[in-house]
């Protein structure tokens, strides 16, 4: 078995065991004599699997009984349409855009009804989150729009903004289960799960109740309104079945691990690692104000275009893979989600010394 460390920002690692356990059940989930990718949704076999899966998400981010848990497809993309379609019933919202992935739903917005863009930090190539204290938030707007943690440019909102009573919504795929979450913060958390729980195809979108409805934009269509997904246990149409089914054995996982709090702790001292390197290193440095930088997506670079590309290279050829920056901003970025191993950071930072050494 040769596994690389695999630093891609998503698609992404995935806990060993959970490939394992996997594998072992490919060919007889169970006794039933047929893969989960084989089987029926409307089977008792997959409606437990499904019915599981949504309870230990409940149990590990401790979602109130007032909030729905939707398993849905289309990508977190897809909810950048879905969400203003659904959501703004007065026909205004306001974003905060702080990267490519905001700037995405908040010009999808657009086309939906008036969508404001309130902050944003594209003067520094997004490299820090705005003061979030007292923004000018719109007196009818139905929701305030951010995306809590940049996979692309490695900020991280360590505070949530001050809405001033409006609902939020957030964008949560790169740090979705990384640490704890206060659910009630929140109107709707949603976030694709390639980045840090499972295989692409997957969306999860966690609801209040009270924010589901029927009267949502006209000419919606019916498979865009959380409504139907809602009163169809996430089952209204074929489910992405197997990517729920790993999603599930990453929940039981992490509670495995011990929790989100856990986590954070593990998340804390493994993106330590590399941050100190990077504040002590002569060659490679960080992109992103200290204060705002991500758990999860590291972006970093040495100044030096070929530099750059000789490193991603060289690492390559070591066996740590998925390290090149997105291709929009260059340099390198490494992505530590949940499943990614402290030793694959500590490696990664040794053999960065050893670059550094030999290229200063
Ligand atoms: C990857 C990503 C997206 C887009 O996800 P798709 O599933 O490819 O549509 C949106 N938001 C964030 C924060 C992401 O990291």
């Known amino acids: 078995m040769a ?64 909030y729905k848990v939707l398993f849905l497809q289309g990508g977190a993309s897809q909810q950048f349409a879905m969400i203003p379609m659904n959501l703004m019933v007065n026909g205004v919202a306001d974003y905060i855009v702080t990267g490519q992935w905001a700037k995405k739903a908040y010009q999808e917005a657009q086309k939906y009804g008036k969508a404001n863009a309130v902050a944003s930090s594209a003067d520094k190539t997004f490299s820090y989150i705005p003061d979030c204290s007292d923004l000018p938030i719109s007196e009818d707007a139905d929701y305030v729009y951010i995306c809590e943690n940049n996979t692309i440019y490695g900020t991280k909102y360590h505070t949530l903004p001050n809405t001033k009573g409006k609902i939020l919504v957030s964008d949560v795929s790169s740090c979705f289960l990384s640490e704890p979450v206060d659910v009630t913060k929140y109107g709707m958390i949603y976030g694709g799960v390639q980045k840090n729980i499972g295989p692409a195809g997957v969306v999860i979108a966690i609801i209040r109740e009270d924010l589901i409805r029927e009267d949502v934009l006209p000419c919606t269509p019916t498979m865009l309104q959380y409504k139907i997904h809602a009163d169809n246990g996430s089952m209204y149409n074929t489910p992405p079945c197997y990517g729920i089914y790993i999603c599930g054995k990453v929940f039981k996982w992490l509670k495995k691990m011990g929790g989100l709090e856990a986590m954070k702790a593990i998340n804390e001292k493994k993106a330590k690692v590399l941050y100190d390197f990077l504040d002590s290193s002569k060659l490679f440095k960080g992109t992103v104000r200290k204060e705002d930088r991500s758990l999860m997506n590291v972006p970093f670079v040495t100044g030096n275009e070929e530099l750059d590309a000789e490193f991603v290279k060289a690492a390559t050829a070591a066996g740590f893979v998925n390290l090149k920056g997105h291709r929009t901003v260059g340099g390198m970025r490494a992505s530590i989600y949940n499943a990614m191993p402290i030793e694959g950071v500590e490696k990664l930072v040794a053999f960065m010394k050893e670059f550094e050494a030999s290229h200063t």
């Not at 989930?29 to 990718?37: A, D, R």
């Not at 089987?39 to 309870?55: G, N």
């Open 3 to 66: 596994r690389v460390f695999n630093f891609s920002a998503g698609p992404a690692v995935l806990p060993e065991e959970v490939l394992a356990e996997a594998a072992a059940e490919m060919f007889d989930y169970k006794g039933t004599g047929m893969s989960v990718m084989e089987m029926s949704h409307r089977s008792k076999a997959y409606q437990q699997i499904i019915d599981e899966a949504e309870a230990d998400l409940r149990d590990l981010m401790n979602i109130p009984d007032n």
